[in-house]
C-alpha cells in the first residue's frame, strides 16, 4: 500500500457476490471503500433478495440502498465507482480484476469450504472467509464464520472453526430449515421469497419430483428458476421466526462477518 493513501483511497476486491459477500461489500461500501466484486457466469445464490450476484443475471441489484452493477470489462469500473455502484465482474479466478486493479486488499469470500484459487501473495493484505484457509499461509487473516461465540473473530494463526455440514440454528431449528433437492434435474419454484409456507408444502419441483417444506415459516431464500441443479443441492431456506422483512435484509451473520472484515482491514492500515 502507497504510504501516502487515504484509508478511504483502499482498493478492495471481493471474490464472490453471494450473501456473506454481499455482507461484507455493502459494510465496505458505506465505510467508503473502492470496491470491485468478481463472480462465476452462473452464481446459485439461494438468499438472492441480498446478494448482489444477482446483478449478473438482471444486470444490476439492489441490497439495502447500495447497487451493484455487472460489468464487461474492467475498464468499466471507474465509471462504475463514479456512479456510486459496485461493479461486478464475471471473473472466476479474479485475474482480470486482480491484475488491473492491483487490489489493497483482497477478500476470498466465495464461501466454499476450500480455498480455489487465492494466495498470501496476492495482495499486501489477504482476508478469507470461513474454513478452507490457513491465517500465516494462504492468507494473513482468517474470519470466523461459524455462527456462536467468535463468529466475526479474527484469527492470525491457523484456521476457523471446521465446516460441521450443519447449519446454524434459528428459530431452533437447524438441517430441517435448508431445502435441498433429491434429484438432479430443472428447478421450478413454485412459492417465492417471502412468502408464508407450513410444514410439507411443496416450495419446489425439480422436473416433477416436489421440494417440501420441513418447517413451517417464510421462504427466506430460493434458488433462480430454470437452473441445472444436482441431487443434493442446497435449493432454498425457511426461516421459521416468520418475519417477512428478514428475507430482504442482510442477515446478522453477515453483518458480523462485514463487521470483522472492516476490523481486519483497520487493525492492518490503521498503524
Known sequence: MDSSKKLSELIVLIRGAGEMA???????????????????????????????????????????????????????????????????????????A??????????????????????????????????????GKDVHIVIETNRGHHLGKMIFRGEAEPDTGVPGEIGGYTIERLLRTMKKG???????????????????????????????????GLLREGIEVKKGLKVGDIDPRGKREHCFTISEKARAIGGGVLEAILYWFNK
Not at 465496505?28 to 439461494?46: D, G, Y
Not at 438482471?58 to 468499466?76: F, L, M
Not at 483482497?106 to 490457513?134: Q, S, W, Y
Request: proline letters at 5%.
Open 22 to 96: 454481499s455482507g461484507v461489500a455493502h459494510r465496505l461500501h458505506q465505510s467508503h471503500f473502492k470496491l470491485c466484486m468478481t463472480e462465476v457466469s452462473q452464481p446459485l445464490a439461494v438468499r438472492r433478495e441480498v446478494s448482489f450476484s444477482e446483478a449478473v443475471y438482471d444486470g444490476e441489484k439492489e441490497v439495502e440502498g447500495i447497487r451493484a452493477k455487472r460489468i464487461t470489462g474492467t475498464e468499466e469500473i471507474e465509471s462504475t465507482w463514479d456512479r456510486g455502484k459496485i461493479p461486478i465482474l464475471i471473473d472466476p479466478e479474479a485475474e482480470r
Open 98 to 135: 486482480r491484475k488491473y486493479l492491483k487490489p489493497d486488499v483482497l477478500i476470498d469470500a466465495i464461501m466454499a469450504k476450500r480455498n480455489l484459487g487465492t494466495h498470501i501473495e496476492d495482495a499486501p493484505l489477504v482476508i478469507g472467509l470461513g474454513p478452507g484457509f490457513t491465517a
Open 186 to 220: 430443472i428447478f421450478r419454484p413454485q412459492r417465492a421469497i417471502g412468502d408464508k409456507v407450513t410444514k410439507g408444502t411443496v416450495v419446489a419441483v425439480v422436473d416433477d419430483y416436489p421440494v417440501i417444506a420441513q418447517v413451517s415459516g417464510v421462504v427466506r
